[in-house]
């Protein structure tokens, strides 16, 4: 790309939450949608064996042969793993259930916690001129999340507006402290989105105070409103962007985008 925006390498974003169904996935495929609309080249990694990026980005089961279970440990080029998605610049490495036993088989890997680095940041890379990729974890904080949070420059945390939400962030926290004290000194943590916000609803706008309280500007000031068409949009194969670009998560995501362009990467934990 010509653009003099675009960053020398691609930056490598872990998208992570040990809980499930937060906002991981949703956020991975909006938020790289709405960073293709920012004129950005992005590259989805699915890293959940559920593959509900692979699934709500419209990849076909027969073209899930190459996915990030091959990538990772049979070593699959990256012209094999990458597929195209319907919108131009965005790309995905899909996964399929086969990712559930790679936790496992990666164990006796002396390289274990590399193998999503060593592919990600490899020179092949290059010349698919990438700005962004963004990686979205299990809900776990297994192997595969630590590949993720070695393989990344920082990690953005889905926060959803809900009783408990900031439950579990503190061992999310010190997973990132082991990571940055032993395989990746650099990890930033990109910062904390606050999902599926209501503002009827005094239940998120606690969520919400609790969040800005205590993780000060870790906290983006962008919040992803609960939006029926960001949950319909998967079924039709379409980022939120796509299926109704003037909805309002549809909206909130390219204000997410251009807040994540516009800043610089928070330091602290
Ligand atoms: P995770 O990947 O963390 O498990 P998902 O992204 O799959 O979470 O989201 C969980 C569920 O919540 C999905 O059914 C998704 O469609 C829905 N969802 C996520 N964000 C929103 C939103 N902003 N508005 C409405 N529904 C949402
Ligand atoms: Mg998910």
Redesign the pocket.
């Known amino acids: 790309m010509s653009d003099p925006t675009r960053l020398a390498d691609p930056k490598i974003i872990a998208v992570a939450?040990q809980k499930?169904?937060?906002?991981?996935?949703?956020?991975t495929i909006n938020l790289g949608a709405a960073l293709v609309e920012e004129g950005c080249h992005v590259l989805i990694v699915d890293l959940d064996p559920q593959g509900?990026a692979s699934t709500g980005l419209g990849v076909e089961p027969e073209d899930r042969e190459f996915t990030t279970y091959e990538l990772l440990l049979d070593d699959a080029p990256l012209e094999d793993v990458i597929k195209p998605t319907e919108l131009d610049g965005l790309n995905i490495i899909p996964a399929t259930v086969d990712l559930s036993s790679a936790d496992i088989e990666l164990i006796s890997n002396e390289k274990r916690s590399f193998l999503l680095h060593d592919a990600l940041r490899q020179h092949a890379m290059d010349a698919f001129a990438y700005d962004y990729i963004l990686i979205d974890c299990p809900?776990s904080l297994n192997l595969l999340t630590v590949n993720a949070m070695v393989a990344a420059h920082s990690v953005l945390v889905?926060l959803q507006s809900e009783f408990f939400a900031l439950e579990g962030l503190s061992q999310l926290m010190l997973t990132i402290r082991e990571v940055r004290q032993t395989a990746n000194p650099n990890l930033r943590i990109e910062g904390v989105v606050l999902?599926?916000y209501d503002s009827r609803n005094n239940l998120s706008q606690q969520v919400e105070d609790d969040a800005r309280e205590n993780l000060g500007d870790l906290v983006f000031e962008t919040m992803?409103?609960?939006?029926?068409r960001?949950?319909e949009a998967?079924s039709y194969a379409m980022p939120v962007t796509e299926y109704d670009p003037n909805s309002k998560?549809a909206q909130a995501y390219g204000q997410l985008a251009r807040e994540l362009m516009s800043k610089k990467v928070r330091v602290a934990a």
């Open positions: 939450n499930g169904g937060v906002g991981k996935t949703t956020t509900n809900p889905p999902t599926m992803i409103p609960r939006n029926v960001v949950s998967p998560g």
